[in-house]
């Protein structure tokens, strides 16, 4: 049950870097990169709370 938790800590610190870098691509006008991270920092959001809470099927 440790490890669970620790993964989606993992996730979400991505998820916030992932969102910050988000947040200075817009203020500095790149539109380009804002949506990759966004993109990016989405689908790892995603995965990684699939990820806890199918844990216990995942692993039988």
């Known amino acids: ?13 991505v998820t916030a870097i992932m969102g910050a ?6 203020l500095n006008g790149d539109v380009g990169t ?9 689908f790892i959001l995603v995965f990684g709370v699939a ?3 199918n844990w216990d099927a995942i692993g039988t």
């Open 1 to 13: 049950m440790q490890t669970r938790h620790a993964v989606l800590g993992l996730v979400l610190v």
């Open 21 to 26: 870098r988000g947040i200075v691509a817009i």
């Open 34 to 42: 804002f949506a990759r991270q966004v993109a990016v920092g989405g």
């Open 51 to 53: 990820l806890y809470r």
